[in-house]
């Protein structure tokens, strides 16, 4: 049967789903769904054609949506989603990963949570808000929130997270026991003798390479940075972009040293793309050397902001690559990144993007 | 005294449609035995579960941006109730 190419699409305003003609060339949108709750995070699940959404509404609190139909019909359910009685009232889900039948939800005030039965019911991973340095975990522009999570392709029990601004943090026993990983990433808002604490950076998008054992790269608030060991230790690999500054970083499907990024001009200067010219950055080489990829972006006027998890690829041949920005435009590249088409204008402020086969 | 085998009051309780839009078969306007607003909220999560985790938070108490409303007052958790009572439960003006 054809595949088609969904994209799964977060936005202030509700869920939306992008579906293709099965050659990425033309696209039909559906939504909003979710009762136009704000959504931080939409994945889905191809072997049982299901979508969840991570969200959080100022009335009625955080909850996880779910679809078992591709987006005909919905539930929701927050069933566990607590800190308990007593503690901080968690305000929204902000992320999720999706592994061997277990679904994550990364939330706000940061934490983890897992649940077994499809998004039915959660359950706290309590190790992580027990580590130490979490009474000095303070929030980002965005709330404190674990908005990057990083499943371990070969081990269950390993994974990482993300939290601004708390850093990157390492598990290697399912989430019982964690620990900084942070080292080498720096603090410019910090004065220059505490630049490089133990915990405390901004990092603003984690994600990992395929195929490559502890391969990660991370957009931080400052900088933009490559690991080989897990996190252990990170590299800078900033130079030759126009900023260090930025939000989403996606790899290649199959190639861990093909990096994309949407630097923006500066934490303090309006968050757009750099002189309006939009661009997204590609390196070949994990991150020593970058390429501007300007065809079919807007170089004129285009104050255009992109958000941590606005940015996604495909695992086509070639692979595609996809981001949305804040003024609600969704853009797309079914080649890599070199020529672009905008798919979709005119949405609620994009949050995030995902992408799903699905059978035609 | 309160006579403590009495029935509870008689409640008639309204319901927004943007809480009700969540849950299949509920509906806007109920009557339920309560005494006070938790007891409400206790019936409405047996009738429809989560619902109460959509009107509360953790603390545990009314949720920030939802407002409940009886005889001219507005409710906490611990707002008691009389015989014949209509609750509102509304959402809050945000922005």
Request: aromatic share 8%; net charge negative.
């Given at each position: 049967?054809?595949?088609?190419t969904?994209?799964?699409?977060?936005?202030?305003?509700?869920?939306?789903?992008?579906?293709?003609?099965?050659?990425?060339?033309?696209?039909?949108?559906?939504?909003?769904?979710?009762?136009?709750?704000?959504?931080?995070?939409?994945?889905?699940?191809?072997?049982?054609?299901?979508?969840w959404?991570?969200?959080?509404?100022?009335?009625?609190?955080?909850?996880v949506?779910?679809?078992?139909?591709?987006?005909?019909?919905?539930?929701?359910?927050?069933?566990g989603?607590?800190?308990?009685?007593?503690?901080?009232?968690?305000?929204?889900?902000?992320?999720?990963?999706?592994?061997?039948?277990?679904?994550y939800?990364?939330?706000?005030?940061?934490?983890?949570?897992?649940?077994?039965?499809?998004?039915?019911?959660w359950?706290?991973?309590?190790?992580?808000?027990?580590?130490?340095?979490?009474?000095?975990?303070?929030?980002?522009?965005?709330?404190?929130?674990?908005?990057?999570?990083?499943?371990?392709?070969?081990?269950?029990?390993?994974?990482?997270?993300?939290?601004?601004?708390?850093?990157?943090?390492?598990?290697?026993?399912?989430?019982?026991?964690?620990?900084?990983?942070?080292?080498?990433?720096?603090?410019?808002?910090?004065?220059?003798?505490?630049?490089?604490?133990?915990?405390?950076?901004?990092?603003?998008?984690?994600?990992?390479?395929?195929?490559?054992?502890?391969?990660?790269?991370?957009?931080?608030?400052?900088?933009?940075?490559?690991s080989?060991?897990?996190?252990?230790?990170?590299h800078?690999?900033?130079?030759?972009?126009?900023?260090?500054?930025?939000?989403?970083?996606?790899?290649?499907?199959?190639?861990?040293?093909?990096?994309?990024?949407?630097?923006?001009?500066?934490?303090?200067?309006?968050?757009?793309?750099?002189?309006?010219?939009?661009?997204?950055?590609?390196?070949?080489?994990?991150?020593?050397?970058?390429?501007?990829?300007?065809?079919?972006?807007?170089?004129?006027?285009?104050?255009?902001?992109?958000?941590r998890?606005?940015?996604a690829?495909?695992?086509?041949?070639?692979?595609?690559?996809?981001?949305g920005?804040t003024?609600?435009?969704?853009?797309?590249?079914?080649?890599?990144?070199?020529?672009?088409a905008?798919?979709?204008?005119?949405?609620?402020?994009?949050?995030?993007?995902?992408?799903?086969?699905?059978?035609? | 005294?309160?006579?403590?085998?009495?029935?509870?009051?008689?409640?008639?309780?309204?319901?927004?449609?943007?809480?009700?839009?969540?849950?299949?078969?509920?509906?806007?306007?109920?009557?339920?035995?309560a005494?006070?607003v938790?007891?409400?909220?206790?019936?409405?999560?047996?009738?429809?579960p989560?619902?109460?985790?959509?009107?509360?938070?953790?603390?545990?108490?009314?949720?920030?941006?939802?407002?409940?409303?009886?005889g001219?007052?507005?409710?906490?958790?611990?707002?008691?109730?009389?015989?014949?009572?209509?609750?509102?439960?509304?959402?809050?003006?945000?922005?």
């Amino acid at each position: 049967m054809a595949k088609k190419t969904l994209l799964l699409i977060g936005t202030k305003k509700g869920a939306f789903l992008a579906e293709d003609d099965g050659a990425r060339s033309a696209w039909r949108l559906r939504g909003p769904f979710c009762e136009a709750w704000p959504i931080n995070h939409v994945v889905g699940d191809r072997e049982i054609s299901t979508i969840w959404c991570a969200g959080g509404n100022e009335w009625f609190g955080a909850a996880v949506w779910k679809s078992d139909d591709l987006g005909r019909t919905w539930s929701h359910s927050s069933e566990g989603i607590t800190y308990g009685e007593g503690e901080t009232p968690i305000k929204s889900a902000w992320s999720l990963g999706r592994k061997n039948g277990v679904l994550y939800a990364g939330v706000e005030p940061a934490g983890l949570f897992r649940s077994d039965d499809g998004g039915a019911s959660w359950r706290h991973i309590a190790g992580l808000r027990e580590h130490p340095s979490r009474e000095r975990w303070q929030p980002g522009g965005g709330g404190l929130i674990l908005h990057s999570m990083v499943l371990d392709e070969e081990d269950d029990r390993r994974l990482w997270v993300g939290i601004s601004t708390a850093g990157v943090f390492h598990s290697a026993d399912g989430g019982a026991s964690w620990e900084p990983r942070n080292s080498g990433t720096r603090c410019d808002y910090l004065p220059e003798e505490m630049r490089y604490p133990e915990f405390g950076q901004c990092v603003h998008c984690l994600v990992a390479a395929p195929g490559v054992a502890g391969r990660l790269y991370q957009q931080n608030h400052c900088g933009m940075y490559r690991s080989d060991d897990g996190g252990l230790n990170w590299h800078s690999i900033e130079n030759g972009l126009p900023s260090s500054f930025g939000f989403p970083v996606v790899v290649h499907p199959r190639d861990p040293d093909t990096v994309y990024l949407l630097p923006l001009n500066g934490d303090v200067l309006g968050r757009y793309v750099p002189e309006g010219k939009c661009a997204v950055w590609r390196s070949r080489d994990r991150g020593a050397s970058w390429q501007a990829l300007r065809r079919g972006l807007p170089q004129d006027n285009a104050f255009i902001g992109v958000l941590r998890q606005a940015m996604a690829t495909d695992a086509l041949e070639p692979a595609g690559v996809y981001f949305g920005t804040t003024s609600g435009s969704l853009f797309a590249s079914a080649d890599e990144g070199e020529s672009w088409a905008v798919i979709a204008e005119h949405l609620p402020t994009i949050t995030s993007v995902e992408t799903l086969a699905v059978d035609g | 005294m309160a006579d403590e085998s009495a029935p509870a009051p008689e409640v008639v309780v309204i319901l927004p449609e943007a809480l009700t839009r969540l849950f299949a078969d509920s509906a806007t306007r109920i009557t339920v035995r309560a005494s006070a607003v938790g007891d409400i909220i206790a019936e409405l999560e047996r009738r429809w579960p989560g619902m109460g985790d959509r009107l509360c938070d953790s603390t545990p108490q009314i949720r920030r941006h939802i407002n409940v409303f009886a005889g001219g007052r507005r409710l906490g958790l611990d707002g008691v109730l009389e015989q014949g009572a209509v609750v509102t439960i509304m959402t809050g003006v945000i922005g």
